[in-house]
């Protein structure tokens, strides 16, 4: 569904007076509007993933063995080319069977769809998914497996649920008794921003299973190694990080050579999983999120909000790195993107976010600015589900919040605590 901004159309000479004056001050030299790239300097790292290390420099760890992989569509080469028909190519290396995380493997399914390949003739492997009934490889499924081989994309954000895959695959390699390879892959937000509370273990759930923070800063490879070595992992599998090439930690994803590709239905681009740790807590209320349209996560509203009266006041909190017009909106039915979407064929208003500087910009703190904002002016309208909330966010800070009308520095400063304590508590991980 395409999206229409409300009247007036113009951007208000205030409005553009103070994106002059914000750009003016921002910490980088240029202006990114809406889907900011990279910095136009033309000095591109040559990134190698950890398949194409893995395939370029480490094929004798595959060499007579029986192989599992866990991946989805984002597990290729720099041709596109799937995982596991590469590693089938590697003389004596024998794949015997694919694991997939939430949205199938080939990225087709919707959030919480449930997928199977079983006589439909798209793998020739045997073939699990891990979002459904069976979240973990079971004992059966690992028979006749020598080595696993973890390789997806993540998005750096804890919510989004393949790290918790992650998690419940090492779990299942040390059980097994079976070595595993992470191929490791950039994340996307850089490896160097990290914000949001810790997850409290009491509200543990599949989009939250460990203690860190909302965004972590951590590529999957790094993130392993603290998993195993902090005895998140009960039984420690033997891990070997098969590591990137030439990835700085301060890179974003479009600031390498890397084609982007979309690591589930909702999040088409880089612009999308910046804004993603914040805007997901709408998930929990009944605000869309904007599922059904072109612009998920980036065009938020509901019928009963005034899209002009939400933008205005959203601009007065000066957020950093980022602004807020008004936009018009009508979620539509979007089979393997967005299922029944809240306010299915209704007319929304609301505000659609604009980054103007990216490095500044502050995802958890826009996304709880967003909710206290609806409480003040609508607070008979906006309804919270408390235990999604609360699980979304990985305690009930931002719920208690919401109760007790706390204002954002209030929120923000019960958390800064915990990203300096892992601010620190994650460098004897890190790779890069």
Known sequence: MRLTHSSPTLISSALLFS???RTINATTPSFHWNDPQSDGSGDTPQVLTGLENLLRHHTD?????NIGIVTNHTGVDQNGIPIWKRISEVQGANVQVLF???HGL???AAAGEKVNYEDSGKTEYRYYSLYGSMIKPT????EGIDLLIYDIQDIGTRSYTFITTLGLILEAAGEAGLPILVLDRPNPLTG???????LNIDYRSFVGFYPIPMQYGLTPGELAKMMIDKGWIEIKPLLKVIPLISWNRDNWYDETNLNWIKPSPNIPNLTTAIVYPGTVF???????EGRGTDRPFLCLGAPWIDGNLFSREMNKKNLPGVLFGPVQFTPEHLPGIANNPKYEGIKCQGIEISLIDRNSFKSVETGITILITVNELYPNRLKVRTEQLNRLVGSDLVSRGLQNNWSVSQIISEYQNDIEKFFHLREKYLLY
């Not at 760890?61 to 063995?65: S, T, V």
């Not at 004992?139 to 690992?142: K, Y």
């Not at 160097?192 to 810790?198: C, H, L, N, S, T």
């Open 19 to 21: 994106i002059f004056l």
């Open 61 to 65: 760890l595959l060499r007579e063995k």
């Open 100 to 102: 997939s995380p939430e």
């Open 106 to 108: 080939f990225g087709e």
């Open 139 to 142: 004992p059966e499924s690992l």
């Open 192 to 198: 160097v921003k990290i914000d949001g509370p810790a």
């Open 282 to 288: 709408l998930e929990a209320t009944n605000i869309s």
